[in-house]
């Protein structure tokens, strides 16, 4: 799997799971989505990514067109 697609696997997973321990346990964690939603953003305009980052130090391959 390439880096790409682990950056957006690890997005989707962090936005699902705050969304349902905002249901389940406090609205507070709403806090938590916006935080990515924002870091996905940013990421779109600087290509700045910690997580892709960290994923090329550990020697994932990016994705090939």
Known sequence: MC???IVRMFAGFFIL???A???YYSPL???FT???GLNL???SFTHFC???IILKKLGFE????
């Open 3 to 5: 880096r790409e697609n």
């Open 17 to 19: 799971a705050s969304l």
């Open 21 to 23: 321990l905002a249901h």
């Open 29 to 31: 964690f709403l806090y």
């Open 34 to 36: 916006a935080f990515v």
């Open 41 to 43: 953003l940013q990421s």
């Open 50 to 52: 910690p997580l892709e």
């Open 62 to 65: 990016g994705c090939k067109n």
